[in-house]
């Protein structure tokens, strides 16, 4: 049984930083490949980063150079570092999982196998 639990969220003021996580289970988390995605209601989920099972990563442009992906494998965990939030990243954050070594296209949903219900992230 495969589960994602993102926490890590919260209400920030524009310009501060938060680290999302992503704890996984019920899988051989070192042989998936990883995703953050992000939706706001009313939208379509928007891909922010991914992470191969290689630690290959690869960043949206619309958040590169503030946002990285990261994972530590012994904790079966994903991490989201966010800096120099703004008031238009606010969203419901999720992450995915896709039993494979790596997917293509990356920011793809249908790429994903398995989602987590999210953490909420308000900048003001």
């Known amino acids: 049984h495969v589960q994602l639990v993102e926490s890590g969220g919260g209400s920030v003021q524009a310009g501060e930083s938060l680290r999302l996580s992503c704890v996984v289970s019920?899988?051989?988390?070192?042989?998936?490949?990883m995703g953050w995605f992000r939706q706001v209601p009313g939208n379509e989920r928007e891909p922010l980063a991914s992470i191969d099972s290689d630690g290959r990563t690869s960043v949206a442009d619309s958040v590169k150079g503030r946002f990285t992906i990261s994972q530590d494998g012994a904790k079966n965990t994903l991490y989201l570092h966010m800096n120099n939030l703004k008031p238009e990243d606010t969203a419901m954050y999720h992450c995915a999982a896709a039993p494979r070594s790596t997917v293509s296209p990356w920011s793809y949903v249908v790429s994903y196998d398995y989602w987590g219900k999210g953490t909420q992230v308000t900048v003001s």
């Open positions: 019920g899988y051989c988390y070192s042989t998936y490949c």
